[in-house]
């Protein structure tokens, strides 16, 4: 029988500092080792060290452009099981005021690896599932007829998306709402329209996301949402 070396990968995860960096960089981007030693707090030397480990082990991928190289996490499987890690694991106790802001940004609004999560993730699926844009099948979402022409007027080419090499739009489970967003290429979609209409913007040094004036108006407009909590 094959076994898979899960106490390895395990252990990969496990270690603070590595869980640190994984944490940082389920923004979905890459980012140099200096940059994720100063988001997780660690020295530039034991970034370099953890990144060189997790490369061995496939959970990060490395790219390199001219003399600087970026690091990011190796693939949506990877996300996907730092997501579920992120479920179980007990909160981070809160010791400072800036702690607290970013806390209630990331439970607002943030990404989840290529995706929206937070509470404005949960409300826009809920949102597109009361529309009937979308609809619940197990453990996927399944976009309707109606939901067909949303999107192309939305300006996501559906067909270009279910192209990719990977689930189309599957559940993922949100570990801050504890219900389900839209995740896969078709919630990757989503995300990168969403940034480049203007209606929301990634905050620097963490994962939150910010939802714009014009946000807002596109959001209640498009999806129906008024938004159920304020985020910073």
Known sequence: MVQSNVAEIASIVSESSRAAILTVLMDG???TASELACMAGIKPQTASFHLSKMQEAGVIAQEKQGRHRYYGIHNQEVAKVMESFLLIAPPVKIKSL???????AMRFARTCYDHLAGSVGVQLTDALLDAGVLREDHENFSVTEKGE????ELGISLERVSKKRRSFSHRCLDWSERRHHLAGALGQALLERLLELGWIQRVPQIRAVKITEEGKKGLKETFGMDLLKEGT
């Open 149 to 152: 022409g949303f999107f192309s």
């Open 98 to 104: 800036k702690q607290s802001l970013q806390d209630k």
């Open 29 to 31: 981007r890459f980012h």
